[in-house]
């Protein structure tokens, strides 16, 4: 069975920073790209950033670009997202997603972790 599990969300200041990780078992992901996609109260799921399989080329929306940074670590089956410059706007549940990078940039992915509440104070 596949599972993506989130962690590091949490509160922080406005400025402050927050490192997400998703750690996926079940079966490897070398071949797939990875994404964070983002839930704000009310809103639609949208894309944040991807990164393809072997991470070379990486993928921001504009909200993001220049403040948050997407890596992944293939031996451990893990991406991560760092996300400096926060702001009030950032606060949403956080999601991970797997699957080909085409639907990934559409917000569409193969398998979902449960989300990670991440909350910038102003």
């Known amino acids: 069975q596949v599972q993506l599990v989130e962690s590091g969300g949490g509160l922080v200041q406005a400025g402050g920073s927050l490192r997400l990780s998703c750690a996926a078992s079940g079966r490897t992901f070398g071949t797939y790209a990875m994404g964070w996609f983002r839930q704000a109260p009310g809103k639609g799921r949208q894309y944040v950033a991807a990164i393809n399989w072997s991470g070379s080329t990486t993928y921001y929306a504009d909200s993001v670009k220049g403040r948050f940074t997407i890596s992944r670590d293939n031996a451990k089956n893990t991406v991560y997202l760092q996300m400096n410059s926060l702001k009030p706007e950032d606060t949403a549940v956080y999601y991970c997603?797997?699957?080909?990078?085409?639907?990934?940039?559409?917000?569409?992915?193969?398998?979902w972790g449960q989300g990670t509440q991440v909350t910038v104070s102003s």
């Open positions: 997603g797997v699957g080909p990078i085409s639907p990934i940039l559409e917000g569409r992915a193969f398998y």
